[in-house]
């Protein structure tokens, strides 16, 4: 989330300066306005900044000489928020005062933003559509390989339980292929190894590793 947000003016004789922020506690580097400034150049311009100790986003308002900065936290991206310096500069030109202007950078600073590109929805849709794909891949192959019947009654069970989050008794004796006495022998030592694990409420078997 954004950290704060502050103004540059310039002065004749010092140069760029900081002339209102919020909040009134955060820091700003000298270095940090001067780079701020020369990269603007006086020319009306959205500047992003990423280094190693800073990460900002500034419009320079030519009719205002004045340059918004709103400053990010290190994993901030700048195109999520370059909409709360635009509700910032639109308040610039109406002759508010210092106090409500200070006023207006609070109220921009804590914007809720939120914003889902086509392109983050298209990968988002894509890895997703590409994970449901493997992971029926993958129960394919285990479907396939306990059809095979060339495991053994604890190979099943384990994959058994792989594809089924949770199975009883029954069902359980059924993908075994085996009887119920030696289904039960297996799955007690199974729990003795603390493979796999029982609800009593639901009496049925769920793999725990």
């Given amino acids: 989330m954004p950290i704060g947000m502050f103004l540059i003016k310039w002065d004749d004789v010092q140069g760029g300066m900081v002339w209102l922020k919020y909040p009134n506690e955060?820091?700003?580097?000298?270095?940090?306005?001067?780079?701020i400034q020369i990269s603007h150049n006086f020319i009306e311009s959205y500047i992003t900044?990423?280094?190693?100790?800073?990460?900002?986003?500034?419009?320079?308002?030519?009719?205002?000489?004045?340059?918004?900065?709103?400053?990010?936290?290190?994993?901030?991206?700048?195109?999520?928020?370059?909409?709360?310096v635009e509700e910032f500069n639109n308040n610039l030109g109406k002759g508010l005062s210092e106090t409500e202007l200070v006023e207006r950078l609070e109220k921009a600073l804590n914007m809720k933003v939120f914003r889902t590109t086509d392109e983050v929805m298209a990968k988002?849709?894509?890895?997703?559509?590409s994970s449901k794909m493997k992971l029926h891949d993958i129960e394919a192959v285990i479907k396939e390989v306990l059809d095979m019947d060339i495991l053994s009654v604890r190979g099943k069970i384990i994959l058994s339980l792989i594809?089924?989050?949770?199975?009883?008794?029954?069902?359980?004796?059924?993908?075994?292929r085996t009887s119920k006495k030696w289904t039960e022998n297996v799955l007690n030592t199974l729990?003795?190894?603390?493979?796999?694990?029982y609800n009593y409420d639901k009496e049925t078997y769920f793999l725990k590793l």
Avoid: H
């Fill in 124 to 129: 988002l849709s894509n890895e997703w559509s």
């Fill in 191 to 197: 729990i003795k190894n603390n493979i796999i694990g």
């Fill in 26 to 35: 955060i820091n700003i580097s000298i270095n940090a306005v001067q780079q």
């Fill in 163 to 176: 594809l089924n989050s949770e199975l009883p008794l029954k069902e359980i004796k059924n993908k075994a």
């Fill in 49 to 84: 900044i990423q280094e190693k100790d800073w990460n900002s986003i500034s419009y320079y308002n030519e009719q205002e000489e004045v340059i918004i900065v709103l400053i990010l936290d290190d994993f901030d991206d700048s195109r999520d928020y370059r909409i709360c």
